[in-house]
């Protein structure tokens, strides 16, 4: 038996007992609102600016913003499983994107069951370097950047991470996450495309294209949270595998992180790293074209360590990222290396101040230079920033 039909088995069983339970809810299910509001202004100092390089007629300051307003709503039944739904929309952070994220869930003894558009089971279970401390910036998957120097690369900086979630467009998948046991929980999903999916539709998802979606993608995470007297230790990691990748190719991508914290009082360290195995198929990736010539089977590597120190209302962080890309053959490699120290300053319940300067670098294997563009660079970025929730 497949990992899908045991999943999908597994699945119906579940649906199948919560239905046959027969349990009333207490009271129907009410929405509430909440949300936040990220800003923040900041600037490049040098880069590339020749024509066709990273920084050319690129602005050296500018501001930033990220908004996204949440409802969440459940109920709790008499049999005392819970039921609810969450749902996520966008301010202005995209064009045409007015739903970031929407999904239902069943909560239990059995543990947690989701489905809908969002993030992959091994979203909430990796575990990322503690220097990321900061919600507009870092550099793990920052929302706010203001460095142009990975504009002309293969991966852009919003989507470097050491995290497995390839299947960030968020499209529909079920999930399921389990009881702690001991502190350890494990998390499993399954997406059947790597689109969102919407009704009212008919048939079944198109087969796979040069320019198409990956499909059924599998994916795993681990976590562990323990206690040795004064230290606490969390660590996680997590495995996922594209059955059907989304380009013609035999080379099927597939994603391996881990990562953990010590924290010691005030003062938390740790590391976390992620390989990508045919990164080109990856959804962070724009695809294979002739301006991007990074060959199928190419894989690549990031790898993060990092700090934070908390005295008072201010936390501090200092982290450090490095990349290796494979891109027309195993000896031409792009190397990224990255530095970010931050600090968050907390005004009041749900609202603090954010800042960051960073230093950036992006390094072409000059050997075998690439046709599209030269992305080879470094520069360092200021940003200052709030960050409000509701």
Same mark, same amino acid.
């Given at each position: 038996?497949?990992?899908?039909?045991?999943?999908?088995?597994?699945?119906?069983?579940?649906?199948?007992?919560?239905?046959?339970a027969g349990a009333r809810a207490a009271s129907p299910i009410a929405l509430t609102l909440g949300g936040f509001y990220?800003?923040?202004?900041?600037?490049?100092?040098?880069?590339?600016?020749?024509?066709?390089?990273?920084?050319?007629?690129?602005?050296?300051?500018?501001?930033?913003?990220?908004?996204?307003?949440?409802?969440?709503?459940?109920?709790?039944?008499?049999?005392?499983?819970?039921?609810?739904?969450?749902?996520?929309?966008?301010?202005?952070?995209?064009?045409?994107?007015?739903?970031?994220?929407?999904?239902?869930?069943?909560?239990?003894?059995?543990?947690?069951?989701?489905?809908?558009?969002?993030?992959?089971?091994?979203?909430?279970?990796?575990?990322?370097?503690?220097?990321?401390?900061?919600?507009?910036?870092?550099?793990?998957?920052?929302?706010? =950047?203001?460095?142009?120097?990975?504009?002309?690369?293969?991966?852009?900086?919003?989507?470097?991470?050491?995290?497995?979630?390839?299947?960030?467009?968020?499209?529909?998948?079920?999930?399921?996450?389990?009881?702690?046991?001991?502190?350890?929980?494990?998390?499993?999903?399954?997406?059947?495309?790597?689109?969102?999916?919407?009704?009212?539709?008919?048939?079944?998802?198109?087969?796979?294209?040069?320019?198409?979606?990956?499909?059924?993608?599998?994916?795993?995470?681990?976590?562990?949270?323990?206690?040795?007297?004064?230290?606490?230790?969390?660590?996680?990691?997590?495995?996922?595998?594209?059955?059907?990748?989304?380009?013609?190719?035999?080379?099927?991508?597939?994603?391996?992180?881990?990562?953990?914290?010590?924290?010691?009082g005030k003062l938390t360290v740790g590391a976390s790293a992620e390989y990508m195995m045919n990164y080109i198929q990856?959804?962070?990736?724009?695809?294979?074209?002739?301006?991007?010539?990074?060959?199928?089977?190419?894989?690549?590597?990031?790898?993060?360590?990092g700090a934070n120190y908390v005295y008072d209302a201010w936390t501090f962080g200092l982290e450090y990222m490095h990349?290796?890309?494979?891109?027309?053959?195993?000896?031409?490699?792009?190397?990224?290396?990255?530095?970010?120290?931050?600090? =968050?300053?907390?005004?009041?319940?749900?609202?603090?101040?954010?800042?960051?300067?960073?230093?950036?670098?992006?390094?072409?294997?000059?050997?075998?230079?690439?046709?599209?563009?030269?992305?080879?660079?470094?520069?360092?970025?200021?940003?200052?920033?709030?960050?409000? =929730?509701?």
């Open positions: 038996m497949t990992l899908k039909k045991l999943f999908l088995g597994t699945t119906a069983l579940l649906a199948a007992g919560l239905v046959g990220g800003a923040a202004l900041g600037g490049e100092i040098g880069g590339a600016d020749n024509k066709g390089e990273a920084s050319y007629q690129k602005q050296h300051g500018a501001f930033h913003q990220n908004v996204e307003v949440y409802f969440n709503g459940s109920t709790t039944l008499d049999n005392g499983l819970t039921a609810g739904v969450h749902i996520e929309l966008e301010g202005n952070n995209q064009s045409g994107r007015t739903i970031d994220e929407v999904y239902t869930y069943f909560r239990g003894g059995f543990g947690d069951f989701r489905f809908g558009d969002t993030k992959s089971a091994n979203d909430l279970l990796c575990i990322w370097d503690p220097g990321s401390i900061t919600n507009n910036f870092g550099l793990e998957s920052p929302n706010t =950047t203001f460095t142009n120097v990975t504009t002309n690369a293969v991966i852009k900086l919003g989507n470097l991470s050491s995290c497995i979630d390839e299947g960030q467009a968020k499209g529909t998948k079920a999930i399921y996450y389990s009881p702690v046991f001991s502190g350890l929980q494990f998390g499993f999903s399954f997406q059947p495309h790597q689109g969102k999916s919407a009704g009212p539709v008919t048939g079944t998802a198109s087969t796979n294209d040069v320019a198409g979606d990956g499909m059924n993608i599998i994916t795993a995470g681990l976590n562990y949270k323990h206690s040795f007297g004064p230290i606490n230790l969390l660590a996680g990691g997590g495995i996922e595998y594209w059955i059907t990748p989304r380009q013609q190719s035999d080379d099927h991508p597939a994603f391996l992180d881990g990562g953990f914290q010590l924290t010691y990856s959804s962070r990736f724009s695809g294979r074209t002739a301006n991007n010539p990074v060959k199928f089977g190419s894989d690549a590597w990031v790898a993060a360590v990349g290796a890309f494979q891109i027309s053959s195993d000896n031409d490699v792009d190397v990224y290396n990255a530095v970010s120290f931050q600090t =968050t300053y907390k005004l009041g319940p749900g609202i603090r101040l954010e800042s960051e300067i960073a230093w950036f670098d992006w390094n072409e294997d000059q050997t075998l230079p690439h046709p599209q563009a030269r992305a080879t660079s470094n520069s360092v970025s200021v940003g200052l920033g709030t960050y409000m =929730t509701f």
